[in-house]
Nanobody, 121 residues
Framework: QVQLVESGGGLVQAGGSLRLSCAAS????????MGWYLQAPEKSRELVAR???????NYADSVKGRFTISRDKSKNTVYLQMNSLKPEDTAVYYC???????????????WGQGTQVTVSS
């Protein structure tokens, strides 16, 4: 099995910064795209940022210039540096990974448990 464990969420004042981390572990043969999605109350899950296996990045328009996604392939970890945070960034942030699992040798999508980010004004 593959697990994604997020950390780094919390409460921060508007204009502040947070750094989210997501470490993938378990029966992983290979990781491809990893990313971060948010889900605000009564809203559907939507893309914040993603990074492919070759380093191509994509960002939601609302976070361009403020957030930066990166990864450390040696640690199977993806990061989201969140700067200039706004109250509207408040949401649960979920880590995503597309992984080739040992055993099944099948590509599947995996999700973390979510980490709460709250930005106060």
């Amino acid at each position: 099995q593959v697990q994604l464990v997020e950390s780094g969420g919390g409460l921060v004042q508007a204009g502040g910064s947070l750094r989210l981390s997501c470490a993938a572990s378990g029966s992983i043969n290979s990781l491809n795209t990893m990313g971060w999605y948010l889900q605000a109350p009564e809203k559907s899950r939507e893309l914040v940022a993603r990074i492919t296996g070759v380093g191509t990045t994509n960002y939601a328009d609302s976070v361009k210039g403020r957030f930066t996604i990166s990864r450390d392939k040696s640690k199977n970890t993806v990061y989201l540096q969140m700067n200039s945070l706004k109250p509207e960034d408040t949401a649960v942030y979920y880590c995503y990974a597309r992984a080739l699992a040992i055993g099944t040798m099948t590509w599947s999508d995996y999700w973390g448990q979510g980490t709460q980010v709250t930005v106060s004004s």
